[in-house]
């Protein structure tokens, strides 16, 4: 949702905020169940999510009953139109490859990278996102990543220091970032209100020990790199414990580190450092910094995030598509000594479709894949992906709130708080009246019990979400009942896979990922962190297996 990689090690982006706990302690941080009640009751807006109930149809068994009712061939079929499977098709696309069919669950594609508008006061629209929102500018060395970029147009070069150049516009403007605390924001992500000295020496060794990762191993390796299958063997024993227990023996155990590296591992993996992989944290970190001057990379956002990287697959993958079904669900896939076949259910009519392809992606989690299929030598792995929900909300505001101290930012965050504070999306348009704006509002729920989290994401009713949302930010914005005319919520019940400790390293991932017959898979989850690099980066290697499979030659961009 907020992908790994924001922040690098300078002083001005140090971390942001933190804390931990039950869903209880955590819904009640922003207000849930002991909240106030909305000062209005009028301010409409409800659930945007969608395909929630056909999902949980497919899951209890409620669907795929009696004989498909029509047959489809295709080349390739690609079950998951998120950004890995989104992926696959261009790079099948890019090397020739037509007659691609892709079965998404939802009303769109794009995943958690999805977008969409609010209305304005004047009639017109604002884009906002419904999930990921920025895009860490990548090195060249990230060949898929970049391929991508110059074939969507966003890539206009290459920098000096080696990564992919792009326009002015698509950068984060400033100011980019600002953090809250005792009613008033400050500049950057560091809260120095309350610092200590003892805080702030911590902080430098932190960023020591970080930068000494930044660097290449024997064999020429990043220690740690992205995609993360280019990360050097020698730190993987990190993954055997959690990043709590690193940073206790490393000595950071004061209450501003904590915060510090539990907002990191909130924000960025969607969990708490309980459980989070220590060699995740680190990759975090780490992975997109210079080795150089230990800079992190710049970020690229739009106004409705990542929906902008979807739109640019979209574009690319069209002239190829034969399908491209939206509201369909997959309740079936075989392996075929040549080929494979699945079957698909329209979630709204109940028609069924068998199809027969070359060889079929299953561009979906785990969790999914594994019902996938009826045999599966890699069952247990895939059972084994954990994954945390998240609540993305969109407010629409008549014109900004009153704010005190720092003026208005990209992204500003709330310190002490349970959320992950709001980006604006209209922080990146070029408009003469600017007097209304999209906030999108972020809560990743990081409960070691994530079926009993989603239970309560689903239960919970639309106005509980709405009073703790604004019991949440009137701390800081006093008159946000005055000002928010609308409060549009989408629900994420396995939004991000978590980077649990052994996972990353411990053999689940490379067997889940591992093709039966001419079935391929492609998630973010095979990489272990949900990040749009790692995504487009597995719908590469599957795109790249079936290739090879097909005898289609081609420089690999891996």
Not at 353 to 378: G, N, S
Not at 475 to 493: L, Y
Not at 528 to 557: H, V
Request: charged fraction near 25%; hydrophobic fraction near 40%.
């Amino acid at each position: 949702m907020r992908p790994t990689g924001r922040r690098g090690l300078s002083r001005r982006t140090a971390l942001k905020a933190a804390a931990a706990g039950s869903l209880g302690s955590l819904l009640g941080g922003v207000g849930c169940g002991a909240a106030r009640a909305s000062l209005r009751k009028d301010i409409p807006g409800g659930f945007v999510d969608d395909g929630v109930e056909s999902g949980h149809r497919f899951r209890d068994g409620g669907m795929g009953r009696g004989a498909p009712a029509k047959e489809e061939r295709c080349r390739v079929l690609i079950i998951g139109g998120g950004v890995a499977g989104l992926s696959a098709a261009w790079r099948l696309a890019r090397q020739g490859v037509k007659d691609i069919a892709i079965v998404e669950l939802g009303s769109a594609v794009g995943g958690t990278s999805r977008g969409g508008a609010m209305s304005t006061v004047a009639g017109g629209s604002l884009p906002c996102p419904f999930g990921a929102h920025y895009l860490p500018q990548p090195r060249t060395e990230q060949l898929a990543l970049a391929a991508f970029l110059k074939d969507a147009g966003i890539a206009t070069g290459v920098t000096a220091d080696g990564r992919v150049a792009v326009a002015d516009r698509d950068f984060v403007r400033d100011p980019a970032e600002r953090v809250a605390g005792l009613g008033y924001f400050e500049e950057g992500l560091w809260l120095r209100a309350g610092t200590s000295p003892e805080d702030d020496a911590a902080l430098v060794r932190f960023e020591s020990i970080m930068a000494e990762h930044m660097r290449l191993d024997g064999d020429g390796r990043r220690l740690f790199d992205l995609p993360v299958a280019r990360s050097s063997a020698s730190m993987q024993a990190l993954d055997g414990m959690s990043a709590l227990q690193w940073a206790e023996e490393n000595g950071f155990t004061s209450e501003r580190m904590r915060w510090y590296l539990e907002y990191a591992s909130r924000d960025d993996l969607g969990a708490a450092l309980q459980d989070t992989s220590a060699w995740a944290l680190i990759h975090y970190f780490t992975a997109r910094g210079n080795l150089e001057s230990k800079e992190s990379a710049g970020y690229l956002t739009w106004p409705d995030g990542n929906a902008r990287l979807v739109r640019g697959l979209e574009s690319l993958i069209e002239p190829a598509l034969v399908h491209k079904r939206t509201g369909e669900v997959a309740v079936e896939v075989t392996p075929g000594a040549s080929g494979a076949t699945a079957t698909t259910v329209n979630a709204a009519t109940g028609a069924m479709t068998r199809w027969t392809a070359d060889a079929v992606v299953v561009a979906a989690p785990q969790f999914v894949a594994r019902r996938l299929l009826r045999e599966d030598p890699a069952a247990k792995a895939r059972a084994a992906f954990r994954y945390s929900p998240w609540i993305v909300a969109n407010l629409h505001l008549s014109e900004r709130p009153e704010s005190r101290g720092f003026p208005y930012a990209w992204d500003s965050i709330i310190h002490g708080s349970a959320s992950l504070g709001y980006v604006d999306a209209g922080h990146q348009l070029d408009r003469e009246d600017e007097r209304d704006t999209v906030w999108t509002w972020y809560l990743p729920v990081i409960d070691s019990d994530e079926r009993a989290a989603r239970q309560e994401l689903l239960t919970r009713p639309f106005e509980s979400w709405r009073d703790a949302i604004l019991d949440d930010l009137r701390g800081v914005h006093s008159n946000i009942d005055d000002v928010v005319t609308r409060i549009d919520v989408w629900r994420w019940g396995h939004a991000m896979v978590k980077p649990t400790p052994g996972t990353m390293w411990g053999g689940m991932r490379a067997d889940a990922a591992a093709p039966i017959g001419n079935v391929h898979f492609a998630h973010s989850d095979l990489s272990g962190i949900a990040l749009f690099e790692e995504a487009n980066w597995q719908g590469t290697r599957a795109a790249e297996e079936i290739l090879k499979g097909l005898g289609i030659a081609g420089e690999s961009l891996l």
